[in-house]
Nanobody, 119 residues
Framework: QAHLVESGGGLVQPGGSLKITCTAF????????MAWYRQAPGKERELVAL???????KYTSSVEGRFTISQERTKNTVYLQMNDLKVEDTGVYYC?????????????WGQGTQVTVSS
């Protein structure tokens, strides 16, 4: 069964940059959508950015112009480059993948990676 491994979180000062990575492992036939969500303390999980198999992207308004989602399809990997980070970007960032494996469709989440923006 497909599973996700995330990396790259950490502590950064306001205005700084961070890049997080998510790779899907397993026998994967195709991936329709890869996305990043985040959950701040005391808040619900929210969509940050997504990218589809056609290359289209979508961002939540608060990160437009600062974050860039990209994918490396041959490696089943998605990246989130985060620039000009703000304190309110702090949270656990979760990768989400929607695709197909030999057993059928799968929709799975990563374990989350902590991003803390603080001076």
């Amino acid at each position: 069964q497909a599973h996700l491994v995330e990396s790259g979180g950490g502590l950064v000062q306001p205005g700084g940059s961070l890049k997080i990575t998510c790779t899907a492992f397993g026998i994967i036939d195709s991936i329709y959508e890869m996305a990043w969500y985040r959950q701040a303390p005391g808040k619900e999980r929210e969509l940050v950015a997504l990218t589809t198999d056609t290359g289209s992207t979508k961002y939540t308004s608060s990160v437009e112009g600062r974050f860039t989602i990209s994918q490396e399809r041959t490696k089943n990997t998605v990246y989130l480059q985060m620039n000009d980070l703000k304190v309110e970007d702090t949270g656990v960032y979760y990768c989400y993948v929607d695709g197909y494996e030999p057993g059928g469709r799968f929709q799975t989440w990563g374990q989350g990676t902590q991003v803390t923006v603080s001076s």
